[in-house]
Nanobody, 114 residues
Framework: VQLQASGGGLVQAGGSLRLSCVASGILVSISNMGWYRQAPGKRRELVASLGIDGTTNLVDSVKGRFTIARDNPRNAIVLQMNDLKPEDTAIYYC?????????WGQGTLVTVSS
């Protein structure tokens, strides 16, 4: 299993970014997927998850601003991030939660300036 994340960058507060995670070795359409983030000095936290049945969950701090979705033709998941805030600054990691354990992408850095 390989997860290739991209789309991070530097953006001003209020701006938008779209993260993508292209998977190989699995089919995202039938996999539990998610995005986590880790800010400097903080623990990694779940930002958004997408279940096999299509159920989505978002951490309270991003509700109304972020959405997670599958891009089945690309075998990818995307995280659309709108109205970004400085506190969203972190490395964002794509995650595949399998029955035997978690797989992680390499991370993509999101920096939001005030």
């Amino acid at each position: 299993v390989q997860l290739q994340a991209s789309g991070g960058g530097l953006v001003q507060a209020g701006g938008s970014l779209r993260l993508s995670c292209v998977a190989s070795g699995i089919l995202v359409s039938i996999s539990n997927m998610g995005w986590y983030r880790q800010a400097p000095g903080k623990r990694r936290e779940l930002v958004a998850s997408l279940g096999i049945d299509g159920t989505t969950n978002l951490v309270d701090s991003v509700k109304g601003r972020f959405t997670i979705a599958r891009d089945n033709p690309r075998n990818a998941i995307v995280l659309q991030m709108n109205d970004l805030k400085p506190e969203d600054t972190a490395i964002y990691y794509c995650n595949y939660a399998s029955a035997s354990g978690d797989y992680w992408g390499q991370g993509t850095l999101v920096t939001v300036s005030s």
